[in-house]
């Protein structure tokens, strides 16, 4: 399983940065799908993450400013982060977590994710 992260880049305040993340390896329709971020010395912490079935999760933090989706056919998760501060500068992890229930919640704890991507830097001047 691979999970392929890119889009990350170095901007201004203010600013928007589209992210995504490209799966293979897995039958995609069948995880969950998310972004994490993780700043040096902090907890790597839940953004934001799509269920296989148009259901969406985001963080308090980026609420109303990042937009989550998917495509299932090209095997691919987009963030898309507007609004941009510098508090949201941070390495941008995507993740997988395999749905095993009918009505499987969306987690937003990381230990709960099966595969995790490389990373994406996001670095936001302010």
């Known amino acids: 399983v691979q999970l392929q992260a890119s889009g990350g880049g170095l901007v201004q305040a203010g600013d928007s940065l589209s992210l995504s993340c490209k799966a293979s390896g897995l039958f995609f329709g069948s995880y969950i799908m998310a972004w994490f971020r993780q700043d040096p010395g902090r907890e790597r912490e839940f953004v934001a993450a799509?269920?296989?079935?148009?259901?969406?999760n985001y963080a308090d933090s980026g609420r109303g400013r990042f937009t989550i989706s998917r495509d299932n056919a090209k095997s691919t998760v987009y963030l898309q982060l507007n609004s941009l501060k510098p508090e949201d500068t941070a390495v941008y992890y995507c993740?997988?977590?395999?749905?095993?229930?009918?009505?499987?919640?969306?987690?937003?704890?990381?230990?709960?994710?099966?595969?995790w991507g490389q990373g994406t830097q996001v670095t936001v001047s302010s």
């Open positions: 993740a997988a977590d395999k749905v095993t229930a009918v009505y499987q919640p969306i987690s937003t704890r990381a230990a709960d994710y099966d595969y």
């Open positions: 799509a269920g296989s079935r148009s259901s969406t």
